[in-house]
């Protein structure tokens, strides 16, 4: 079993809409999946205008990858380098570290986690 941020095992990022590399509802990963969909994000507007501004649009419903377009408070698996460069330009949403998955720990600090941790009561 996939573990957490915090060392637990992972817990469903979300299973609607349907989430993760392996579109199984969590953020696991393996070395095919080359952009690091570790981090479980609860979607703001302003993070959604940030990443279609950045090439990602995740708003738009694309039936032909039966993908419904996310909305504020939904919970998707982001790649870990959009969420750094969305950190980065003050756009970041907030993350679930039960459903995060632990490598995203190489990149960012336990601190950074925390401070954007929509289950910061978790952490012992």
Request: glycine share 8%; hydrophobic share 40%; with cysteine.
């Given at each position: 079993?996939?573990?957490?941020?915090?060392?637990g095992d992972l817990i469903?990022?979300?299973?609607?809409?349907?989430?993760?590399?392996?579109?199984?509802?969590?953020?696991?990963?393996?070395?095919?999946?080359?952009?690091?969909?570790?981090?479980?994000?609860?979607?703001?507007?302003?993070?959604?205008?940030?990443?279609?501004?950045?090439?990602?649009?995740?708003?738009?419903?694309?039936?032909?990858?039966?993908?419904?377009?996310?909305?504020?408070?939904?919970?998707?698996?982001?790649?870990?380098?959009?969420?750094?460069?969305?950190?980065?330009?003050?756009?970041?949403?907030?993350?679930?570290?039960?459903?995060?998955?632990?490598?995203?720990?190489?990149?960012?600090?336990?601190?950074?986690?925390?401070?954007?941790?929509?289950?910061?009561?978790?952490?012992?």
């Amino acid at each position: 079993m996939a573990k957490n941020v915090l060392g637990g095992d992972l817990i469903v990022c979300s299973s609607d809409p349907m989430t993760g590399f392996f579109r199984t509802g969590t953020c696991d990963t393996c070395g095919d999946d080359e952009g690091m969909h570790t981090v479980c994000a609860v979607m703001t507007a302003e993070f959604l205008k940030f990443s279609k501004s950045a090439g990602n649009d995740l708003s738009t419903p694309r039936p032909e990858f039966e993908f419904p377009g996310l909305e504020p408070g939904d919970r998707w698996c982001l790649c870990l380098p959009r969420w750094i460069e969305a950190l980065e330009a003050g756009a970041a949403p907030q993350i679930v570290l039960q459903a995060t998955h632990m490598s995203a720990i190489e990149f960012l600090s336990m601190e950074t986690l925390i401070d954007y941790a929509v289950d910061a009561d978790v952490v012992e």
